[in-house]
């Protein structure tokens, strides 16, 4: 996790996240703030946090850094080529090497080099990654390119399940981490928003097919950030970590079945919501093993 110190709505990402609200004045305070309360919640309740600082004054989403690199069992990591272009600033080797000393890694990956050709692909913020079924699903979008998506999927061995999806009005979902939150037992997934029935099926059934209660989102959950989820190894057992806004916005339904297999952990970051992301973006999760 990385703790902004300049934060503020990017005008860079504004025009294709409909997530995304204008900054009100200087609120790097509250941002700050926010995170510090996040990484301490987590912590009380058992995860592993590694929180960087911002050394940058010019990246302000740098608090969303699951978009840069994404972690893999086996020792392997990648590094992923950005859109907007102070975005590309963001990735650090620090962060990299922290890796390679705590945690066993077999190979960094970086396709960063392709931004220079036009591609993108915004790690798990483009691609929603099922470990268990082996299965990257993702949204359609110029954060997500089709030809470096297989290239991706080739290497680290997953099947590409890709599909167009659209808010209410009619705005193409920027990022499938906005759209779907995959547990070990469960799905949250807003299946309405995917354009096709033939997809929107496919997605649901391959879901299933591991045993997961898939959890319908409405288009206005979605905008809440409750399909923004992440699970977490916590000390007693799984945890589902989510905006406090988002549990707000879920059913009693939904909350008795995601109680199921994981406890709720909401976090309150209203202002680190306003730059279109929420609690998953800001957590670029560990799967390697440890050191000893």
Same mark, same amino acid.
């Not at 997530?19 to 309360?37: H, I, K, M």
């Not at 929180?51 to 020792?75: C, K, L, R």
């Not at 600033?89 to 190979?107: A, N, P």
């Not at 209660?213 to 399909?227: N, S």
């Given at each position: 996790?990385? *703790?902004?110190?300049?934060?503020?709505?990017?005008?860079?990402?504004?025009?294709?996240?409909?997530?995304?609200?204008? =900054?009100?004045? &200087?609120?790097?305070?509250?941002?700050?703030?926010?995170?510090?309360?996040?990484?301490?919640?987590? *912590?009380?309740?058992?995860?592993?946090?590694?929180?960087?600082?911002?050394?940058?004054? !010019?990246?302000?989403?740098?608090?969303?850094?699951?978009?840069?690199? =994404?972690?893999?069992?086996?020792?392997?990591?990648?590094?992923?080529?950005?859109?907007?272009?102070?975005? +590309?600033?963001? *990735?650090?080797?620090?962060?990299?090497?922290?890796?390679?000393?705590?945690? %066993?890694?077999?190979?960094?990956?970086?396709?960063?080099?392709? !931004?220079?050709?036009?591609?993108?692909?915004?790690?798990?913020?483009?691609?929603?990654?099922?470990?268990?079924?082996?299965?990257?699903?993702?949204? %359609? =979008?110029?954060?997500?390119?089709?030809?470096?998506?297989?290239?991706?999927?080739?290497?680290?061995?997953?099947?590409?399940?890709?599909?167009?999806?659209?808010?209410?009005?009619?705005?193409?979902?920027?990022?499938?981490?906005?759209?779907?939150?995959?547990?070990?037992?469960?799905?949250?997934?807003?299946?309405?928003?995917?354009?096709?029935?033939?997809?929107?099926?496919?997605?649901?059934? +391959?879901?299933?097919?591991?045993?997961?209660?898939?959890?319908?989102?409405?288009?206005?959950? @979605?905008? #809440?950030?409750?399909?923004?989820?992440?699970?977490? #190894?916590?000390? &007693?057992?799984?945890?589902?970590?989510?905006?406090? +806004?988002?549990?707000?916005?879920?059913?009693?339904?939904? @909350? %008795? +079945?995601?109680?199921?297999?994981?406890?709720?952990?909401?976090?309150? @970051?209203?202002?680190?919501?306003?730059?279109?992301?929420?609690?998953?973006?800001?957590?670029?999760?560990?799967?390697?093993?440890?050191?000893?």
């Amino acid at each position: 996790m990385i *703790r902004p110190h300049h934060f503020h709505s990017n005008p860079e990402t504004r025009g294709d996240n409909a997530y995304q609200r204008d =900054s009100v004045g &200087d609120v790097s305070a509250l941002a700050r703030a926010e995170f510090d309360a996040v990484v301490a919640t987590l *912590r009380s309740h058992g995860v592993t946090v590694h929180d960087f600082d911002d050394t940058s004054t !010019e990246t302000p989403d740098s608090v969303f850094p699951n978009n840069w690199f =994404s972690t893999h069992a086996g020792g392997h990591v990648a590094i992923y080529p950005m859109y907007a272009a102070n975005r +590309r600033r963001e *990735r650090r080797w620090d962060v990299i090497d922290l890796l390679k000393t705590r945690y %066993r890694v077999q190979d960094v990956i970086d396709y960063s080099g392709l !931004e220079h050709d036009g591609l993108a692909l915004e790690g798990t913020g483009a691609m929603v990654l099922d470990h268990i079924g082996r299965v990257a699903y993702v949204a %359609r =979008s110029h954060r997500a390119d089709p030809v470096l998506l297989e290239r991706f999927c080739t290497n680290f061995n997953f099947e590409p399940i890709a599909f167009d999806a659209a808010d209410a009005e009619g705005k193409a979902v920027y990022h499938t981490n906005v759209l779907m939150a995959i547990g070990t037992s469960c799905a949250l997934v807003g299946l309405d928003m995917i354009s096709d029935p033939t997809r929107r099926a496919m997605v649901h059934d +391959r879901l299933t097919e591991t045993g997961r209660d898939v959890i319908a989102l409405t288009p206005h959950q @979605i905008g #809440e950030f409750a399909g923004n989820a992440i699970e977490l #190894e916590g000390k &007693d057992g799984l945890i589902l970590a989510l905006s406090a +806004r988002a549990l707000a916005a879920l059913t009693p339904d939904q @909350i %008795r +079945r995601i109680r199921a297999s994981a406890e709720i952990v909401p976090l309150d @970051i209203p202002t680190i919501e306003t730059a279109g992301g929420s609690v998953r973006c800001m957590i670029a999760g560990l799967h390697l093993s440890r050191r000893t």
